[in-house]
């Protein structure tokens, strides 16, 4: 993956309205970053987990700590995708 390196210049009280110190600045802002480009179904989760440097699986667990769904579909529409499934495979 090529990288592509901005310069931001945020307000310093930022860091107390994210109540962590200056070194994790970079961290936290990528991982809010991959965490709403994900909710907005702009990425998948393995373009968020290698924008992090973590796993699938890593990505997963935080969409959980952040309560941001993995699934967007309904209980109805994974009923029925599991059923078209099932009958394509003829089951």
Do not use: C
């Amino acid at each position: 993956m090529s990288n592509l390196t901005i310069n931001l210049q945020l307000p310093r009280d930022l860091l107390g309205a994210l109540n962590i110190p200056e070194a994790q600045l970079v961290p936290e802002i990528l991982e809010l970053l991959a965490l709403e480009l994900f909710r907005q179904e702009r990425i998948s989760t393995g373009k968020a987990a290698e924008l992090l440097g973590i796993s699938k699986w890593e990505f997963v667990q935080l969409l959980a700590q952040h309560q941001i769904p993995y699934f967007t579909e309904s209980a109805d529409e994974l009923a029925k995708a599991v059923a078209h499934a099932a009958s394509v495979l003829g089951n």
